[in-house]
């Protein structure tokens, strides 16, 4: 059986929530059930902290740091968050800071990183994402990635490898040093992989992302997703991505740094046929970002790992007429976690669980 | 804490793997272990430092030079097996699969350490070819390992000498020192021309 067949039809749901020192949060201990959960609460009352902390459990990332010390409450020198997930059996994940040093056990173990992240997949759109669309190509590598990860894990090895790999060129190449050769043919390898599975992943996430949108029945103009990789190549193979990166070694030589391969890949939007960093409003690209994450849960979900998602601040920049449409596109979801503070635009929410949370304290609303 | 307490815990925390905390608890299992034990500690590591050395051929670690793979006639002389570090010897050995000789570089191509080709036993390789019709490139499969393998592969591409890799079945990233028998013999019979 293959990493996906195993995994198919399994519901999975964080059954329980606990956390002991985190953020701004007041020691939390939380079973949410099946369904909309409206987190409703004033800034800086704890929404995004909690939503981060659901976020962390189940990849062991942060959204708002790469330093998970700084979840650490003001004045404490350690954080836990446990939790529950029940998929048929229950697992139980936790991730912390402790001594100074990242923690995570799974059942109560140290497991390997991609079987934690097989527990509970994740779709979140967070302030972190604002900037997706119009930001710097680093923000849309990184959701592509962060896609391809959360359907076969494994996929973090062959990141790692090719980040490896690129971090040994560079010494090289700065220090004026010889033989790159290696060094290069084991990053076509990695870039090879890399680059393959990036094109299916945009090709499948446009897919989702058109039946998404026309799901929310929002009148749009036509979007386009493209994936742009630095090696523009027809045919993705070793030995091609290997003879574009060579014939670039002299001009990689002069510059002193890497000038080809998969870090430097984009994603192109258009937006009815043009770039959606000069048309698009707050407002649509708010839309789009939220048909995306739907649109990768979709894919998610097409592998039987229908995702949790965790949609923090969801109403800023809509109004009530689109925010009704997006939302619609998640109502067929096993769980999600939505936080706002304006409870008055979620008339629409009937079937959601109200909670209230005040200065980190969450409380049934 | 007192001098020579913390001494201890010092030359305990520069070991491999070993944090101030492991270091703090070995010290203070040592405190309580008898004279007798701490002295056959003491003494076992100076033994080692004073008896044992690298071989001049292959640089692993023996007590008498050339080691005993070296010496041992009934090896095939045909075979030679580049590993990273003397201690990658021993799980090769136990899968009774190679029955060559092997040659020690002494680690791995790591830019970022500063170990460009020069650091590693290269010459030495080099200079014990005659006769060598497989050279078996059996460093570990992390991406200082895979470099290393590369590298070497191209150097001995002029020579009429078949260059193999080791197949391996285990996670990117694995370390042979960590590889069950049972795989790395797996590896070692799968292994492909590079
Ligand atoms: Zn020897």
Redesign the interface.
């Known amino acids: 059986m293959t990493e996906i067949d195993a995994a198919r039809n399994q519901l999975r749901l964080l059954v329980h929530l606990s956390s002991h020192s985190f953020r701004n949060l007041k020691d939390i201990d939380w079973q949410p059930g099946q369904g909309c959960h409206l987190l409703i609460g004033p800034n800086g009352s704890g929404k995004s902290s909690l939503l981060e902390s659901v976020y962390l459990l189940a990849t062991t990332r942060s959204f708002r740091t790469s330093q998970p010390g700084d979840c650490v409450r003001h004045g404490e020198g350690e954080f836990h968050v446990t939790g529950e997930v029940d998929s048929g059996v229950r697992s139980r994940l936790e991730v912390g800071w402790v001594s100074g040093g990242r923690f995570r056990r799974l059942n109560d173990r140290s497991a390997p990183l991609v079987e934690h992240l097989r527990v509970l997949p994740v779709v979140a759109w967070t302030d972190a994402d604002r900037d997706l669309l119009s930001g710097p190509p680093a923000l849309r590598r990184r959701f592509i990635d962060q896609g391809i990860v959360a359907e076969r894990p494994t996929a973090l090895e062959t990141l790692a490898r090719y980040r490896q790999a690129l971090a040994g060129k560079r010494v090289l190449l700065m220090e004026r040093r010889k033989a790159i050769g290696p060094w290069n043919e084991v990053l076509a390898g990695a870039a090879s992989e890399i680059m393959k599975l990036r094109r299916d992943y945009m090709e499948r996430v446009s897919t989702e992302f058109a039946a998404a949108a026309s799901l929310s029945g929002l009148s749009l103009p036509l979007v386009e997703l493209r994936y742009r990789p630095s090696i523009d190549i027809m045919e993705i193979t070793q030995e091609h991505v290997l003879a574009t990166i060579e014939s670039f070694e002299r001009r990689e030589r002069d510059k002193g740094r890497p000038l080809v391969g998969p870090h430097l890949d984009d994603v192109e939007i258009l937006f009815g046929g043009r770039g959606i960093r000069r048309v698009g409003s707050a407002g649509e690209r708010k839309v789009l970002g939220l048909l995306l994450a739907a649109a990768r849960g979709r894919l998610l979900g097409a592998v039987g790992r229908d995702p949790i998602y965790l949609l923090d601040d969801a109403d800023t920049e809509l109004d009530r007429g689109r925010l009704e449409a997006v939302f619609g596109v998640f109502s067929e979801a096993k769980q999600v976690l939505v936080s706002s503070n304006r409870s008055e635009v979620w008339g629409m929410a009937e079937g959601a669980t109200r909670w209230r949370l005040e200065e980190g304290d969450l409380s049934p609303a | 804490m007192p001098d020579p307490l913390s001494r201890l815990v010092g030359e305990f925390s520069r070991l491999p793997g070993i944090g101030p ?1 492991t270091a703090t608890r070995l010290v203070h299992h040592l405190l309580k272990v008898s004279d007798a034990d701490a002295r056959a500690l003491a003494e076992s590591i100076l033994e080692v430092k004073e008896k044992l050395f690298h071989c001049c051929r292959c640089n692993g670690i023996t007590d008498i030079d050339p080691c005993s793979i070296c010496t041992d006639e009934q090896r095939d002389k045909t075979q030679i097996c580049v590993v990273e570090e003397p201690f990658n010897i021993q799980p090769i050995e136990r899968t009774r699969e190679f029955h060559g000789r092997y040659h020690v570089l002494m680690g791995a ?4 350490r500063g170990i ?2 020069e650091q590693l036993r290269i010459s030495g390789l080099l200079e014990r070819l005659d006769g060598i019709t497989e050279v078996i490139l059996a460093t570990n499969p ?3 390992g ?6 070497l592969a ?1 150097l001995l591409k002029p020579r009429d000498i078949e260059v193999t890799r080791l197949a391996f079945g285990m ?3 694995g370390d042979i020192e960590y590889t069950d028998e049972v795989t790395l013999a797996r590896s070692l019979a799968g292994r492909r021309a590079i």
């Open positions: 905390k191509l790591s830019p970022q460009g080709p992390d991406v200082e895979e470099a290393t393998a590369l590298y191209r996670p990117v990233g």
